[in-house]
């Protein structure tokens, strides 16, 4: 994919439009001149003989100047060279002005101006400078606009790397416990095995096969939020507790998939370790001003590793959110008597 980012931004203008550019921009100075003169001949002539000047100095300046000195931070070298190039280009454009044009070099001027005069070098430097200005704006707004789309591109490219990262670390180990508990019930010949089997097949066809999109509805992430509850009944038995409360018209609202189990990971992750029972409360609101909140609550060891690390799974997430959302989500982990909370809140999009 990197490579395809490359091949698309490499070449930002084509020939053909630069091309097209100096084509039109001649025409705009043959015409406005030749009507200004009322002698479309002489514009003709003068366009043909600065023109060239103008391309030259123009693309040495993008090219060349800008490059080595201005995205050096060189601004006094670029400055002198610059002044330097619009010596010559005087020195250029007048002569050949006075030996193939017109001996008259300065007709729009009032009075009678010569060559290397103050008014007239004024005059001609401006307008080289007003030519190289337009061309490098273009040029620099062009340049900006594609690296914001290779941002863009790049920025996608992060987050569905991460996103893969994060189905990668979604907790191997539950499914291999899983598949060990599936293999104990076998054993017993218990009648939960058939459940098991259902529900982790609709995880793994979650996981594996249906986030592959950068968002999904809400609906279907509380689904499979709901799947994993059961599946984990299953497996702890009367040791779980589980409520999901939803709030408001959630319907339309989509996120990113895998956005929100870690959080809910964590609850059996560190609250089965000295075989304690679980009170898991889910809660979801879609809040008046265009915000999705999110709230997990568990009873909690205060001894586990997730207060001082959070574990992988949730670093994860807030490398994710601020990718998403940069500075526009709240993300808050609290202990309050034994109780883990944890409050999510993200604009809509």
Request: charged fraction near 20%; aromatic fraction near 14%; hydrophobic fraction near 45%.
């Amino acid at each position: 994919m990197l490579a395809g980012i490359k091949k698309t931004y490499n070449n930002q203008i084509s020939l053909k439009y630069h091309f097209l550019f100096w084509i039109g921009y001649f025409m705009i100075n043959f015409i406005r001149w030749g009507s200004y003169f009322d002698d479309y001949t002489y514009s003709l002539k003068s366009n043909l003989v600065e023109f060239p000047i103008h391309i030259v100095l123009t693309y040495f300046n993008i090219f060349y100047l800008i490059p080595k000195f201005v995205l050096k931070k060189k601004f006094l070298l670029y400055i002198i060279c610059l002044l330097l190039s619009l010596v010559m280009v005087y020195i250029i454009r007048t002569g050949l002005n006075f030996f193939l044009v017109t001996e008259n070099i300065w007709p729009e001027a009032v009075g009678n101006q010569r060559a290397f005069s103050f008014n007239h070098i004024l005059a001609v430097t401006i307008g080289e400078i007003y030519v190289v200005a337009l061309v490098t704006a273009i040029k620099l707004t062009v340049d900006w606009i594609t690296e914001r789309k290779k941002n863009e591109s790049l920025r996608e490219l992060q987050l569905q790397t991460e996103l893969k990262y994060l189905k990668s670390q979604i907790q191997p180990h539950f499914f291999f416990n899983t598949l060990n508990n599936l293999y104990a019930l076998i054993i017993e010949k218990s009648e939960k095995a058939s459940d098991v089997v259902l529900k982790l097949s609709d995880i793994m066809q979650y996981v594996l096969y249906d986030i592959k999109a950068s968002k999904i509805e809400l609906l279907n992430e509380i689904n499979y939020i709901h799947s994993y509850l059961e599946l984990e009944e299953l497996r702890y038995g009367n040791k779980v507790t589980s409520e999901i409360e939803i709030k408001g018209d959630i319907d339309d609202i989509t996120i990113p998939p895998l956005l929100l189990l870690p959080f809910i990971e964590n609850c059996f992750k560190h609250g089965t370790k000295n075989n304690d029972n679980i009170t898991l409360n889910i809660y979801f609101e879609n809040s008046k001003n265009e915000q999705l909140i999110f709230k997990a609550k568990n009873n909690f060891n205060r001894h586990n590793e997730i207060i001082k690390k959070h574990g992988i799974g949730i670093q994860n997430i807030t490398r994710r959110l601020e990718l998403l959302y940069k500075n526009k989500y709240t993300l808050e982990t609290t202990i309050i008597d034994d109780t883990y909370n944890v409050s999510l809140k993200i604009p809509i999009l």
